[in-house]
Antibody, heavy 121, light 108 residues
Framework: QVQLQESGPGLVKPSGTLSLTCAVS?????????WSWVRQPPGKGLEWIGE???????NYNPSLKSRVTISVDKSKNQFSLKLSSVTAADTAVYYC??????????????WGQGTLVTVSS | SYVLTQPPSVSVAPGQTAKITCGGN??????VHWYQQKPGQAPVLVVY???DRPSGIPERFSGSNSGNTATLTISRVEAGDEADYYC???????????FGGGTKLTVL
């Protein structure tokens, strides 16, 4: 069974860059699936950030696209998130996830446990 | 951008049936997926592709989708079903995942 584990700083300064990594175990990141990031501000709902395929193809949430970069490292079986120019509004629990996609839809089949990132000086 | 609308809260007595709706423009033409999230935990997929259940999800959880509304139905509700529920679709016009705002299910 695939397991996902997020890692990275829990505190980021305003205007800085949030960087997280998701380690994939129990499966290959080069499988025919997409890998994504989802966040959840405290007390609020889920927001999809973006996704990446092992080939490097990406899709991003239009509302975050200008600040987001998702990359993949097949040699380490992991993928990463960078979110630039952060503000307090970016404070959230960040989840990495494995998506299953057909020709018409995608859904999240596996979730990491999530990691809280706080933006504060 | 595609918008999904859920009621903020739904309340139901134990043993009764809960229905959680998810509204969207012609949502019946899309595949809808549902997640359950308990406090402090990651979401769990409970229904995918409108009405299919992942392995390990009780048959009490079912889904339907037609017109402008998708519905998650939980039969014989138990105290352990109390959680937030989110619907989700894939917006093919902009190639991204969209979540509904979430519904808090309270078991009275």
């Amino acid at each position: 069974q695939v397991q996902l584990q997020e890692s990275g700083p829990g505190l980021v300064k305003p205007s800085g860059t949030l960087s997280l990594t998701c380690a994939v175990s129990g499966g290959s990141i080069s499988s025919s699936d997409w890998w994504s990031w989802v966040r959840q501000p405290p007390g609020k709902g889920l927001e999809w950030i973006g996704e990446i395929y092992h080939s490097g193809s990406t899709n991003y949430n239009p509302s975050l696209k200008s600040r987001v970069t998702i990359s993949v490292d097949k040699s380490k079986n992991q993928f990463s998130l960078k979110l630039s120019s952060v503000t307090a509004a970016d404070t959230a629990v960040y989840y990495c996830a494995r998506e299953y996609c057909s020709t018409t839809s995608c859904y999240v089949g596996y979730w990491g446990q999530g990691t809280l990132v706080t933006v504060s000086s | 951008s595609y918008v999904l609308t859920q009621p903020p809260s739904v309340s139901v007595a134990p043993g009764q049936t809960a229905k959680i709706t998810c509204g969207g423009n012609n949502i019946g033409s899309k595949s809808v997926h549902w997640y359950q999230q308990k406090p402090g935990q990651a979401p769990v997929l409970v229904v995918y592709d409108d009405s299919d259940r992942p392995s390990g999800i009780p048959e009490r959880f079912s889904g339907s989708n037609s017109g402008n509304t998708a519905t998650l139905t939980i039969s014989r509700v138990e105290a352990g079903d109390e959680a937030d529920y989110y619907c989700q679709v894939w917006d093919s016009s902009s190639d991204h995942v969209v979540f509904g705002g979430g519904t808090k299910l309270t078991v009275l």
